[in-house]
T-cell receptor, first 112, second 116 residues
Framework: AQTVTQSQPEMSVQEAETVTLSCTYD???????LFWYKQPPSRQMILVIR??????QNATENRFSVNFQKAAKSFSLKISDSQLGDTAMYFC?????????FGAGTRLTVKP | DTGVSQDPRHKITKRGQNVTFRCDPI?????LYWYRQTLGQGPEFLTY????????KSRLLSDRFSAERPKGSFSTLEIQRTEQGDSAMYLC??????????????FGPGTRLTVL
């Protein structure tokens, strides 16, 4: 079975600091993609960052970067210089088989 | 580009009633997805359309659920004989691109269903 696990239900960080959200997954595929989506309170889910498994270089989008460890099947999200607007649920997602599998999410609160 | 829209945003119904939700994807997107999200959980895949063809359907989708996407544009999700366990947020997403696995999915705001 292809699964996605987020082991941190809640996290908090002070504004301007760095935080890392964890995600592990399970697959037998060799070429795939991994995603982090953000769901702000009462707002639509949006893509944060995407990683292609065949690329060894970790993806980066402004203050967001990933630490992709293919052998360990680990895909963590690092948020640098946290801002109040980063407060949201963060979901790790993996298109396993014919559907998109989401983790249970991590609720991140950025404190002023 | 107005984004993905869903209607209604909220629906309260009594157990046993039928409900229908509508999703309007981004106009050039050929792929459309329905998900169900319960409180504190990630979205669970329900079904997937490519143009007007329903290509995938989760085992979570009981016979009381049906989805359509006539003409490959908007989509409807109908739940017949609703049960309290159907209470959830129903999300729609759309995408396009040469590789479905690589696509960014654009989500709508969701329809929150409460079954009394």
């Amino acid at each position: 079975a292809q699964t996605v696990t987020q082991s941190q239900p809640e996290m908090s960080v002070q504004e301007a600091e760095t935080v890392t959200l964890s995600c592990t997954y399970d697959t037998s595929e060799s070429n795939y993609y991994l995603f982090w989506y953000k769901q702000p309170p009462s707002r639509q889910m949006i893509l944060v960052i995407r990683q292609e498994a065949y690329k060894q270089q970790n993806a980066t989008e402004n203050r967001f970067s990933v630490n992709f460890q293919k052998a360990a099947k680990s895909f963590s999200l690092k948020i640098s210089d946290s801002q109040l607007g980063d407060t949201a649920m963060y979901f790790c997602a993996f298109p396993g088989g014919n559907d998109m599998r989401f983790g249970a999410g991590t609720r991140l609160t950025v404190k002023p | 580009d107005t984004g993905v829209s869903q209607d209604p945003r909220h629906k309260i119904t009594k157990r046993g009633q039928n409900v229908t939700f509508r999703c309007d994807p981004i106009s050039e997107h050929n792929r459309l997805y329905w998900y169900r999200q319960t409180l504190g959980q990630g979205p669970e895949f329900l079904t997937y359309f490519q143009n007007e063809a329903q290509l995938e359907k989760s085992r979570l989708l009981s016979d009381r659920f049906s989805a359509e996407r006539p003409k490959g544009s908007f989509s409807t999700l109908e739940i017949q004989r609703t049960e309290q366990g159907d209470s959830a947020m129903y999300l729609c997403a759309s995408s396009h691109g040469p590789d479905r696995r690589r696509d960014t999915q654009y989500f709508g705001p969701g329809t929150r269903l409460t079954v009394l």
